[in-house]
């Protein structure tokens, strides 16, 4: 009886799935970054005591 070597599978399907989940990470983070960055702008302005002024588009809040 011939053994077969599954291990170069098993490798494979690893990387595909990390591969979806980095295609996932990807478009979310492209999807919701400017109001991830506006979150953080507003919580710098808070700390260091300016006003936040929202912009047209989101990502482009920023300290007056």
């Known amino acids: ?3 077969l070597n599954n291990k170069g599978q098993a490798l494979v399907e690893y990387l595909l799935i990390i ?3 980095s295609v996932i990470v990807v478009s979310v ?3 919701f970054g400017g109001y991830l960055q506006d979150s953080m702008t507003k919580s710098s302005c808070a700390l260091i005591d300016k006003e936040y002024v ?3 588009k989101p990502g482009e809040g ?3």
Request: net charge positive.
């Open 1 to 3: 009886m011939v053994k």
């Open 19 to 21: 591969a979806v989940i």
């Open 29 to 31: 983070v492209k999807l």
């Open 54 to 56: 929202e912009g047209d």
């Open 62 to 64: 920023y300290c007056k």
